[in-house]
């Protein structure tokens, strides 16, 4: 595990690896879990369960190893490859998940270190088994244990952004690089569903503090050809926590499903 941008959660000083644990000058330790990650999550005991569970951990990876979405993989990790040509840059992913993105970013750019944040023991754990060129912790994007000024680019992929954090941890002309839903995604499981489907507003991804200076959409079609993949993708959803029940009954009821995906990639500067 890397960790030279890495900072105690508990006082702010810099962590240095030691025997099997991250260390701070003050005393402070945290040890590095048998799969590989950290958890610098402060406030939890030991058996305290934060984020997404075992469960829709392991759904999520199911689904996404499958390759639904890597061609939003294939354009998040063009997109960094263009801003941060540099070695040694630091890409951070806040709000990692189980590491789908996370690892492709550290596969296409070898001379960078990634580190991916989530709040979700069980994630980080999935994700550090997986992806050993990567450093996952478990931590807050909102509090985010980096130095201050460390990140060449800050990355989240439909996970909370917290922008005054965003802007401690990014280095001046440091860019933060955001995949949202595009207008059209999943309109069709949307139209089944409810009985007046909207599209998504694309204009409502303003962040306060930052300026977008591009984007790339990602939109293609993809034939799901079973309902358990219909539900997985609808339960990574946020509506699957507000659709009512005889939404959920029509759902259960597709065995199939020719589906719109559609993505933005927001490129954002920090305003001067």
């Known amino acids: 595990m890397e960790c030279g941008d890495l900072i105690c959660p508990l006082c702010g000083t810099a962590l240095v690896v030691g025997e099997?644990?991250?260390?701070?000058?003050?005393?402070?330790?945290?040890?590095?879990?048998?799969?590989?990650?950290?958890?610098?999550?402060?406030?939890?005991?030991?058996?305290?369960?934060?984020?997404?569970?075992?469960?829709?951990?392991?759904?999520?990876?199911?689904?996404l190893t499958q390759g639904w979405y890597a061609p939003l993989a294939d354009a998040l990790c063009r997109q960094i490859a263009a801003l941060c040509p540099a070695e040694h840059a630091l890409v951070l992913d806040a709000g990692c998940g189980e590491g789908f993105y996370?690892?492709?970013?550290?596969?296409?750019?070898?001379?960078?270190?990634v580190i991916g944040v989530d709040i979700s023991k069980h994630a980080c754990a999935m994700a550090a088994k997986r992806y050993g060129n990567c450093t996952f912790l478990t931590a807050s994007a909102a509090a985010m244990p980096v130095r201050t000024g460390a990140a060449d680019v800050v990355v989240s992929v439909f996970a909370p952004v917290f922008?005054?954090?965003?802007?401690?941890?990014?280095?001046?002309?440091?860019?933060?690089?955001?995949?949202?839903?595009?207008?059209?995604?999943?309109?069709?499981?949307?139209?089944?569903?409810?009985?007046?489907?909207?599209?998504?507003?694309?204009?409502?991804?303003?962040?306060?503090?930052?300026?977008?200076?591009?984007?790339?959409?990602?939109?293609?079609?993809?034939?799901?050809?079973?309902?358990?993949?219909?539900?997985?993708?609808?339960?990574?959803?946020?509506?699957?926590?507000?659709?009512?029940?005889?939404?959920?009954?029509?759902?259960?009821?597709?065995?199939?499903?020719?589906?719109?995906i559609d993505f933005l990639v927001l490129i954002s500067n920090q305003e001067v």
Do not use: W
Not at 42 to 60: C, F, L
């Open 20 to 63: 099997k644990a991250l260390r701070c000058r003050k005393g402070h330790s945290f040890d590095v879990a048998k799969e590989g990650y950290c958890n610098l999550l402060t406030g939890s005991k030991p058996g305290d369960s934060i984020g997404d569970n075992r469960e829709m951990v392991r759904a999520r990876r199911e689904f």
């Open 102 to 113: 996370t690892g492709h970013m550290a596969d296409s750019l070898p001379q960078a270190h």
């Open 163 to 260: 922008p005054q954090e965003v802007a401690r941890v990014l280095k001046p002309g440091g860019v933060l690089l955001r995949a949202v839903p595009g207008a059209r995604h999943l309109m069709e499981l949307k139209q089944a569903v409810y009985d007046a489907a909207y599209e998504n507003d694309e204009s409502k991804y303003s962040l306060e503090g930052f300026v977008e200076v591009g984007r790339e959409r990602v939109q293609y079609r993809r034939f799901i050809p079973d309902s358990a993949t219909i539900r997985q993708l609808f339960a990574m959803t946020p509506y699957a926590h507000r659709t009512p029940r005889e939404g959920m009954a029509r759902l259960a009821k597709l065995d199939s499903a020719d589906v719109t």
